[in-house]
Nanobody, 121 residues
Framework: VQLQASGGGLVQSGGSLRLSCAAS????????MGWYRQAPGKQCELVATITRGGTTNYADSVKGRFTISRDNAKNTVYLQMNSLKPEDTAVYYC????????????????WGQGTLVTVSS
């Protein structure tokens, strides 16, 4: 199972970016998906999560600015980031929790490789 994240880059303060993360491989069913980030010198923190049914949860620091969504048919999660601030600069990681096949089946938790978002002031 692989998670491929894309969409990061350099943007000015107040700008927007849209991150995507597509899961591929022996997927039976993905339940929760989410985005996390790690800024230089800081611990990894939750940004947003979304259940298979579409229930969302956001960190207080991004509420009203970021929107998480997903396409279950494509096993893809998105993060629309608006009104970006310099403090949003970080490597963003996607996560997928679900059931996967390998002979039988197992529950697994996978992470993408990370995509760098840099917001200049």
């Amino acid at each position: 199972v692989q998670l491929q994240a894309s969409g990061g880059g350099l943007v000015q303060s107040g700008g927007s970016l849209r991150l995507s993360c597509a899961a591929s491989g022996n997927i039976i069913r993905i339940n929760g998906m989410g985005w996390y980030r790690q800024a230089p010198g800081k611990q990894c923190e939750l940004v947003a999560t979304i259940t298979r049914g579409g229930t969302t949860n956001y960190a207080d620091s991004v509420k009203g600015r970021f929107t998480i969504s997903r396409d279950n048919a494509k096993n893809t999660v998105y993060l629309q980031m608006n009104s970006l601030k310099p403090e949003d600069t970080a490597v963003y990681y996607c996560n997928a929790d679900g059931f996967y096949s390998s002979g039988g089946y197992y529950r697994g938790d996978y992470w993408g490789q990370g995509t760098l978002v840099t917001v200049s002031s």
